[in-house]
């Protein structure tokens, strides 16, 4: 039986997982340092949990779910994105307790999309998040971008830039899709098929359109900003003044409006000038305050963001950002050299992993030259070789793989002959 991967799926694993360990222990770092604690959804989910919360008119709804009815018929969803069951989950499960308030969390999990599968945009794709629920606070805004932020500075990505914008409220909002409403109109004809769809069901998610046409009869129509009101102008220009005391690099961009229906006010991307101007896009987010009341719960508002791991590592690699190995330690590869050897490198085994010291062994019989090679490709940093006149003398001669240095050590001192040849005594 030969089978394959089904299309825009991943299997990760070799340099991929080094990436992925490192964004991952970066943001979980700063999670904690940010606190926000962590949340684990299900896959799947009922799929009005999506379909009311991203909006029919959304590419994501209409085209993009993986739906299926389950065996008694209910139909269900592989998650889209990762905000809708978060806010499911706070609802049913009444975190928004007093005490709690403002709810912090974050997740890490799989999403699934049926889309065209491109560099970096699979049909099952990771993402890691925030959610901050309960505080209309503009400091929590800007806490909320400064850490989105901070973890694109502290994987080692340059030029920074914060793309923002705000959509408004329901009020200064619904004034301004009036005004839009009657400058498409005339302009619908040539529009594409896609477009006078949205017109129809919102007249924003033209802005999600990719096509230079409709773009270019966006970009010349009326801009939001010139419509907010006083408390939302207000809050935006606050905002802007603590990005700025954060030293966060910012543009604001008037046709930024991300491709959700939940989403009210305040919205961002964070991108990289080193990227090309199409899909310089990292991460984004933006406030959703109505949604906690749509499922039902509490009229409170939410702000959060996500962020695309597989394209992160992607755009890493690309642009040569190496990656920190959050397992470098001390790695010993044993070389047997004697048949009758057994016990004497189980007992070699059994102190250095006692003593939380990785190893492994080699297995092959290739020989003592091959068998180093392998160990320093691998990442091993010492070579434990045993023969028989180690045996005999219960010694171990310790190859430091970094200088190529030699050391017969007692085999009763290994674990700490082993951290001092390399190092590792100097770093606890
Ligand atoms: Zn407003
Ligand atoms: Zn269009």
Redesign the pocket.
Known sequence: MSVNSPRGTADIYGEYIKYRDFIISTARELFDIFNFEEIITPAFEYTEVFSRSIGESTDIVHKEMYTFPDRKGRSLTLRPEGTAPVVRSVVEKKMLVPENIPLKLFYIGNMFRYERPQKGRMREFWQLGVEALGSSSTILDAEIIWLLNEIFKRLGFKNLILKINTI??S???NNYIKIFREYIEPRLDYLCADCQRRFKVNPLRIFDCKIKSCKKIVSEGPKIKDY??K??SKHFKELISIISDLSINYTISDDLVRGFDYYTGIIFEMASNDLNSAQNALGGGGRYDNLLADFNGPDMPAVGFAVGMDRTALLMRQLGIKYTDIRNKPKSYIISLSEDAGPYIIDVLKQLRNSNIACDIDYSTSGIGSALKKAGKKGFSTALIIGEEEVKNDIITVKDLKSFKQYKVKKNNLVKEVLRITGADQNE
Do not use: Q
């Open positions: 408004g409220c009020k200064c909002r907010l009101c408390n939302c």
